[in-house]
DNA sequence: AACTAAAACTAACAAGTGTTAGTTTAATAT
DNA sequence: ATATTAAACTAACACTTGTTAGTTTTAGTT
């Protein structure tokens, strides 16, 4: 198993407590029931609610930063790191499904932490852009406007969150393959 | 210009907040002071927050039940079809900016009204799903997992209320097309 | 000028908010 | 058994929440 603090759980249990109702809308009176314990005892363990948000965002936020380094600098063509980057919204959103909720729908609550993560999203649609324009130059993808097609890509990417669970016993090998091939060459015969 | 009570005015004014903060972010009294009145005075106008919230949301999405309806039934292949439902979120959403957001993010906020926005929303999904499997059926698609074409398109569509406000004067007209092209014929050379 | 109706106001409510202080319990190490 | 520490507890705080009641102001009509 996992090696899980008992922060560790708090900030498990918030994130699928803000997945269904959003970070506002959720009390520490509620992440506190959902534990079986009372809401001064979450402050053993953590700092502030802020605190939580914090962790669930940026911890995510890194590990997308932190791969697309990876990817952007390898030698492979940009079709293929296109499919890279879509393999790694599929492997990070299915091992983070509530998680990835909040990534997409709580990041405007940080505080502190707001202007790392808009750095953070801003460099990472930066090099998503970069390997699309590169594919366009180097003649892989169409002439076509580059901004269209990272908002279409990233847009689908970005739900994934919303659309994995659904899909109970899902291979994720085979979907990160069929979703490729529909983000990548269309779906007109 | 548009005939605009006291009432769309209070509405319109709290789209904006949502957009920025969330329903449950958003206080009586922010919606008040961008008003530039006190919080009680807008109950001369309102029954409830939540009013505001099903106005915003319901109107919206009957709105795209009505047109879903008329694309539906029409004569046209699969693939104009497809690009109708394109233009058809183009519009609502260049129009409905603000309320956009609010459809996205806070419908989980209903309480009298969220199963009839449920339906309505299912439906549309349904409708949608239905025109891509005829699409396929009649070989004008790729024999591709139609869940995944659906999710792809509908994702983009449903996101485009981050993008387009991006694009300070942009071609509604062109942008269409070119989201089409994407969405249909991928960006694969 | 007097009347009316719409729309603002002040004041307050009951309930809920995140958080702190101080205390007790449970589990572990000596 | 005792001391220690982690993690729970109760009680309370200062503030914010949506909303109501009752009143005053504003603007248009007779």
């Known amino acids: ?12 249990t918030s994130a ?17 029931k959902a534990m079986g314990i009372k809401a001064a005892s979450l402050y053993n363990h953590i700092k502030s609610k802020q605190e939580i948000l914090s962790e669930i965002i940026i911890s995510l936020a890194e590990q ?3 791969q697309m ?25 299915s091992k983070n499904q509530f ?26 649609e930066n090099d998503f852009r970069s390997i699309i324009e590169k594919g366009i130059q180097d003649n892989e993808l169409i002439n076509g406007n580059p901004e269209v097609m990272l908002f279409s890509m990233l847009s689908t990417l970005r739900s994934l969150y919303i ?3 659904k899909k ?17 060459n269309g779906i007109n015969k």
Chains 1, 2 share one sequence.
Do not use: C
Not at 1 to 12: A, E, G, V
Not at 109 to 122: F, N, P, Q, S, V
């Open 64 to 66: 997308f930063t932190e």
């Open 99 to 124: 998680e990835m909720s909040s990534l997409n729908s709580d990041w405007m609550h940080l505080e502190a932490e707001l202007e790392y993560y808009l750095k953070l999203r801003k460099n990472y």
């Open 69 to 93: 380094k990876i990817i952007k600098n390898s030698n492979d063509s940009s079709i293929d790191k296109l499919k890279q980057i879509v393999a790694l919204h599929v492997n990070i959103t």
């Open 16 to 32: 699928i407590l803000f997945q269904k109702k959003g970070f506002s809308a959720v009390t520490m009176r509620d992440i506190a």
């Open 163 to 165: 659309w994995l669970p």
């Open 168 to 184: 109970e016993d899902l291979d994720i090998g085979k979907f990160t393959t069929e979703l490729s091939l529909v983000l990548i």
């Open 1 to 12: 198993m996992k090696y899980d603090t008992r922060k560790d759980q708090i900030i498990q």
